[in-house]
T-cell receptor, first 118, second 109 residues
Framework: GAGVSQSPRYKVAKRGQDVALRCDPI?????LFWYQQALGQGPEFLTY????????KSGLPSDRFFAERPEGSVSTLKIQRTQQEDSAVYLC????????????????FGPGTRLTVL | GQQLNQSPQSMFIQEGEDVSMNCTSS?????WLWYKQDPGEGPVLLIA?????ELTSNGRLTAQFGITRKDSFLNISASIPSDVGIYFC?????????FGKGTRLSVIA
């Protein structure tokens, strides 16, 4: 497809379950980002990949959150032992990174996965 | 996590009116961005600002990068019903974006 796609679009989990959220970035985009958006809030940064390398995971809220991008394309965000406070929309974004370019590399966002933990 | 101070939180305006919203930060940013998010969708970039003092227009939208690099505003002129949505400012210093909490715009026809 032409844009960033995410699946599933909606996920309901019981507290304590593990979940896996998938992101398919725009073809050729080197950089991939995960954001968490709580209800009524702006997106908050979770983690960032450049190709398969996870360069920044400072935003992951706990060690229950894990992200991977093994082949530098599709990424999966995994949340173990989900808690109610994990309920949010999880947004994925990708950008075409150009080394040494000072100008902003636009991040294109997917539609998000809405996670509800009961 | 850090979020920018964005105001107002919500606005109800008549179709045809102009709209203004702003964003402030305690930190300096190298880039300021304005996004619009529709229900069930991800944010879509409206305007990007790269230099302090820069004033940029995109159709009916005008945005400015504050001279102190700690603030930005967005103006929408002659609002129309499709302007309804949530507008977010975002600042960038390194790679991840830091977002505001959003301004929810409602347009009354």
């Amino acid at each position: 497809g032409a844009g960033v796609s995410q699946s599933p679009r909606y996920k309901v989990a019981k507290r304590g379950q593990d979940v896996a959220l998938r992101c398919d970035p725009i073809s050729g985009h080197v950089s991939l980002f995960w954001y968490q958006q709580a209800l009524g809030q702006g997106p908050e940064f979770l983690t960032y990949f450049q190709n398969e390398a996870q360069l920044d995971k400072s935003g992951l809220p706990s060690d229950r959150f894990f992200a991977e991008r093994p082949e530098g394309s599709v990424s999966t965000l995994k949340i173990q032992r989900t808690q109610q406070e994990d309920s949010a929309v999880y947004l994925c974004a990708s950008s075409f990174w150009l080394p040494g370019l000072a100008i902003y590399n636009e991040q294109f966002f997917g539609p998000g996965t809405r996670l509800t933990v009961l | 996590g850090q979020q920018l101070n964005q105001s107002p939180q919500s606005m109800f305006i008549q179709e045809g009116e102009d709209v203004s919203m702003n964003c402030t930060s305690s930190s300096i940013f190298n880039t300021w961005l304005w996004y619009k998010q529709d229900p069930g969708e991800g944010p879509v970039l409206l305007i990007a600002l790269y230099k302090a003092g820069e004033l940029t227009s995109n159709g009916r939208l005008t945005a400015q990068f504050g001279i102190t690099r700690k603030d930005s505003f967005l103006n929408i002129s002659a609002s129309i019903p499709s302007d309804v949505g949530i507008y977010f400012c975002a600042g960038q210093r390194n790679t991840p974006l830091v977002f505001g909490k959003g301004t929810r715009l409602s347009v009354i026809a």
